[in-house]
């Protein structure tokens, strides 16, 4: 680079700034943000299709499971990305950080072409296994195959946001997700219920909203795409590099598979909540919602440590790289904690936002005071997810998480069925595992094994 640009002068203050918590706060509160717009797509999507009937809202608000897999499909290459351009504009490389975010938009645009195959192919066999009602079955298929399209454009997306995030820019993520938003917003509901001249296409118009949404976002990250670092600086560094795709697989691959366990581990928990009432289960998809504002922040923080551990370990600035994930844990813990004293002292006032039903208050109540005291370990999990990431060791955090996520099934089955427990057996179930999840991932960080990095050379052969 010879002129100093926002990016340049930011991978100057991650490097040598004294003032850590201030940068971690300025590079995390964006993608807090960002992390919201991106959730309130599904929502907007429900808001309007509510109107077409419950058979409709039950087939969209399950295709949210679906998305959840498709991002964390999206997200084996988007990992990848952003752990080696951190490293490689640490390490003040450009030219092998553009190598990485051409090779990871080029592989994320063929995987989403795949997955294209595959999903019109099952999607309504898919919701046979869901809903046994014919009709949700159609409205799911019809806007699974829909949706589905965007693949590749959703894919894509996920690069750029974290090839903006590797170079320090939280910012342009946060102004294409808010852009494409409110284009969704606006676009629901004239092709869902047919406003004015345009057609009434009911749960399809709602998937074609998103798919186009995705590709408007799509077009604003090309368009800034030079900023932070070029594709590549000649045609022969546009050609595909299955090796270094091989390598973002590798890192990439193990916290993709937490989230596409965490989304199926939810549908069963669904299921066992589902064994005591509605009530539970509304209890359970409630206190989640509750908790995701805590989880969002704190995985800002997460995705905002990834970045500076990945540039201070590009510059093999180990110790300040430890610093800034120390810094972050803290931050973390206090969000954990204030969220934590919330969930504890006024969990029905909580509850109380989203219902008016006694019996759900009541036992959202002693859910949310039930994971009260886990909210910190699950802080350090979320943080130091991130630290690994940029330190592109993202192993540690898979054979932590998967095993105890998985478990949660049949211990939460055993406590709340057969021990007699009820739902709080569902509760316990879910708050002991995770506190066991972050203390682990505290243990394991701690033990320094990630100072050994990742083979920078293969960007640059």
């Given amino acids: 680079m010879d ?7 930011r991978t100057e203050e991650i490097l040598k700034s004294p003032h850590l918590s201030r940068l971690v706060v300025s590079l995390a509160w964006p993608v807090v943000v960002s992390m919201g717009l991106q959730g309130l797509f599904s929502v907007v ?9 419950p058979e409709a809202v039950a087939a969209v608000s399950t295709a949210v499971f679906f998305s959840w897999s498709l991002i964390a499909v999206g997200e084996v290459f988007s990992i990848g990305v952003l752990a080696l351009v951190s490293q490689h504009i640490g390490a003040n490389d450009p030219h092998a950080a ?5 090779q990871g938009f080029l592989w994320s645009t063929l995987a989403g072409f795949v997955v294209i195959g595959i999903i019109l192919w099952g999607a309504t066999p898919l919701y046979k296994l869901i809903s046994p009602d014919p009709e949700v079955q159609g409205y799911g298929a019809v806007y699974l195959r829909i949706l589905v399209l965007a693949s590749p454009a959703w894919f894509a997306n996920l690069v750029f946001q974290d090839l903006f995030r590797g170079v320090g820019d939280m910012k342009t993520p946060l102004y294409v997700l808010g852009t494409a938003l409110v284009f969704n917003m ?4 004239l092709i869902i219920l047919g406003i004015g001249p345009f057609p009434a296409w009911g749960v399809a118009g709602a998937a074609w909203a998103s798919v186009l949404s995705q590709v408007l976002a799509l077009i604003l990250f090309l368009a800034k795409k030079r900023k ?10 546009l050609k595909p590099h299955p090796k270094l795709a091989w390598q973002m697989i590798k890192i990439g691959f193990p916290l993709a598979s937490i989230a596409l366990v965490f989304s199926s581990v939810y549908l069963f928990m669904s299921r066992v909540a589902a064994e005591f009432g509605t009530t539970t289960l509304a209890a359970l998809g409630l206190v989640n919602r509750i908790e995701s504002v805590a989880f969002l922040t704190i995985h800002g923080l997460g995705l905002a440590t990834a970045t500076l551990v990945g540039q201070n370990i590009g510059a093999r600035q180990y110790q300040r790289a ?3 994930a120390k810094r972050a844990n803290w931050i973390g813990t206090g969000v954990g904690l204030l969220a934590g004293i919330l969930c504890f002292v006024i969990p029905e006032q909580m509850m109380a936002i989203f219902t008016n039903d006694r019996d759900t208050i009541e036992e959202g109540a002693r859910f949310l005071r039930i994971i009260s005291w886990c909210l910190i370990p699950q802080a350090w999990e979320l943080v130091l997810e991130g630290a690994f990431s940029g330190a592109g060791h993202t192993l540690p955090a898979m054979l932590i998480s998967v095993p105890l996520s998985v478990v949660r099934v049949p211990i939460a089955w055993l406590a709340a069925v057969v ?9 316990w179930t879910i708050s002991i595992t995770a506190a066991i999840r972050g203390s682990l991932m505290l243990w394991w960080w701690r033990r320094d094994s990630w100072q050994t990095g990742v083979d920078l050379d293969i960007a640059r052969t």
């Fill in 228 to 237: 932070p670092v070029p594709f590549a600086e000649n045609r022969r560094g």
């Fill in 45 to 53: 999507d429900l808001f309007w299709v509510g109107r077409l009937g």
């Fill in 322 to 324: 430890a610093l800034f």
């Fill in 419 to 427: 021990f007699g427990m009820g739902p709080a057996g569902i509760w």
């Fill in 3 to 9: 002129s100093p640009t926002s990016s340049s002068l």
């Fill in 98 to 102: 553009a190598r990485v975010s051409w």
């Fill in 186 to 189: 606006i676009l629901d509901p």
